[in-house]
């Protein structure tokens, strides 16, 4: 009995032991993983924390990237790197590990040139070892560079040349630079030094230094939105400080367009060129900080504006020749070659005000100030409606494609339920003071541009009816009605004509009763019973790239001008 007692407490207490060590290891699998994602937690955010310090602390443009896009080499340790920083201005490439030595071993682009007393009109090269373009050939021996895996090869962050260790000699090393192909438009450090050094003495007669500068200089200066359509505007900001002078290179997410555009007035007079990238709610945005110049009697340093498409509709872009959206198909070399070679014409700007019924003494009207056009109706409500999706959960609207998926989905909706119908009878139009009768109308579009509803020219419709010109610049709006949104559809795709109401310097709506949707350039609201008065305000300089006429464009020409010819013979 006593043996069998005791094998029994000693299995039991076996078995005890059995249970703990399962419990035991069980805890061990479990707290283990979570103390390790905990630790390695802590290290990445102190990791960050110092990453970020540096960051903050270094003239470099650095970004962290978790995956090159090309082969990439560390340009401090010489080693192939898949992740690490990388300077926007002058592409330094280093590995997480080298980082404060790169801050410390390599200067950046240097965006004004120290002061030395004495007046500069060249520079040396600023040689990078490594990570050269693709493509890039050497300017002494003219083969190819980059071809070796390895650290090898030099470029020039300012002309962006490129020569082989082998070719490069200690004469390169102190040539001058020329700045390459973008030299013209390029604001050379020793210009903005020189101006420094006028402020100081108390001075501002700057085109005296212009020639320090170039024979044919047109600099240009570069705004974009990082905000807008697909989101490309972060990238295109980087590629733009390689090539350009970061001082050049604007995000306006950080600054204004009025603060921006400050540095026309230290370049020459009628000589500066402005590309925003955005989509025409941005451009609005720069045209409005240009009135301000205005305002302010900077009359002599206007810029011209030419446009980067990375919104939405880009209407405006569209009718100026720059193209319907941007995805990055085209090499910003490119971009900046058309820019060079754009002509200038000018761009009517309205003067949009609305005044409530019932407020006269109360309440301001509000004023608006349009590029493209007015609308009240179908489209004001789509519009609406997008925007009010958008300000709810702006992540979901980053991309072009879907925003339009979004407006053909509320275009659907709105075929249905038709909420703007019999618009006619609540709205009275008026064009130059004279009342116009209309039919049976869901919508009113007032055009001051060629293109409506990303990419269709409204006016023109099928292009099948002999009508007026329209243009941008002849201070005439052209009035059109639509049926609804099934009509707007059938206009897109040219099996149906718009409304012409007709064409006015001066246009009056005024809207009778109920509450109806309306929009000035993509801006809408819910607007009461009210008068809408649009007038004439002031001309912008901008810039057209004849070289993105579509056929349409093209086809629209040639009947305009079939048009005039008939004109001509009946007169």
Not at 97 to 118: P, V, W, Y
Not at 477 to 489: I, T
Request: proline fraction near 4%; charged fraction near 20%; include cysteine.
């Amino acid at each position: 009995m006593a043996g069998t007692e005791g094998r029994s407490s000693a299995s039991s207490s076996s078995s005890v032991v059995a249970d703990w060590s399962l419990v035991f290891w069980t805890l061990c699998s479990v707290i283990v993983p979570v103390l390790i994602t905990l630790w390695c937690s802590f290290q990445r955010s102190r990791r960050q924390v110092l990453i970020r310090d540096i960051f903050c602390k270094s003239k470099h443009d650095w970004h962290y990237t978790d995956l090159f896009g090309q082969p990439s080499y560390c340009c401090v340790c010489a080693q192939h790197i898949l992740q690490g920083a990388f300077c926007n201005c002058c592409g330094l490439r280093v590995s997480e590990g080298c980082l404060k030595k790169a801050d410390q071993h390599f200067l950046c682009k240097e965006i004004m040139m120290r002061s030395d007393g004495r007046a500069r009109s060249s520079m040396p090269h600023h040689w990078i070892r490594g990570n050269v373009p693709l493509c890039s050939y050497c300017v002494v021996c003219k083969q190819q560079c980059g071809t070796q895996p390895k650290l090898c090869d030099y470029r020039c962050v300012w002309c962006q040349c490129t020569v082989h260790d082998d070719c490069m000699l200690d004469c390169l090393k102190i040539e001058e630079c020329t700045f390459g192909e973008f030299r013209d438009l390029i604001i050379p450090p020793y210009y903005l030094s020189t101006v420094n050094q006028l402020r100081k003495d108390k001075r501002t007669d700057y085109e005296k230094i212009v020639p320090y500068g170039r024979k044919h200089w047109i600099p240009v200066i570069v705004l974009a939105n990082t905000r807008s359509g697909n989101n490309m505007g972060e990238i295109l900001l980087g590629e733009f400080k390689i090539l350009l002078n970061p001082v050049q290179v604007f995000d306006l997410s950080k600054t204004t367009p009025a603060k921006a555009l400050q540095l026309c007035t230290l370049l020459p007079c009628n000589a500066v060129r402005v590309l925003v990238c955005g989509g025409d709610g941005t451009v609005g945005w720069v045209l409005d900080a240009i009135d301000e110049m205005k305002i302010k009697g900077q009359e002599r340093f206007i810029p011209q504006v030419a446009i980067l498409p990375l919104g939405t509709g880009n209407d405006l872009s569209n009718t100026l020749g720059w193209g319907a959206g941007y995805a990055g198909e085209v090499p910003v070399e490119q971009i900046l070659r058309n820019v060079m070679e754009a002509d200038g014409i000018k761009l009517d700007r309205w003067k949009v005000q609305v005044t409530s019924k019932g407020y006269y003494n109360l309440r301001k009207p509000k004023v608006f100030t349009m590029n493209n056009y007015f609308s009240i109706g179908p489209d004001a409500l789509m519009a609406l409606n997008f925007h009010a999706h958008r300000e709810k959960t702006p992540s979901l609207f980053s991309s072009r494609i879907i925003n339009k998926a979004v407006y053909f989905f509320y275009g659907t909706k709105d075929c249905l339920v038709q909420e703007c119908k019999d618009l006619n009878k609540k709205v009275e139009l008026e064009l130059d003071g004279e009342r116009i009768e209309l039919p049976n109308l869901e919508g009113i579009i007032v055009l001051n541009i060629g293109y409506w509803g990303g990419g269709c020219r409204l006016w023109e419709g099928m292009g099948d009816e002999p009508y007026p010109l329209a243009r941008h610049d002849d201070g005439l709006l052209e009035v059109v009605g639509v049926h609804g949104s099934f009509h707007c559809a059938q206009i897109q795709v040219k099996l149906a004509n718009p409304v012409r109401l007709g064409q006015a310097h001066t246009v009056r709506l005024i809207l009778k009763s109920s509450k109806m949707p309306m929009q000035v350039d993509g801006e809408p609201w819910a607007q009461g019973p009210c008068t809408v008065t649009i007038t004439h305000k002031t001309h912008a300089l901008m810039l057209y790239h004849s070289g993105e006429q579509t056929d349409d464009d093209a086809s629209s020409v040639s009947e305009q001008e079939h048009v005039r010819e008939q004109t001509d013979e009946d007169v």
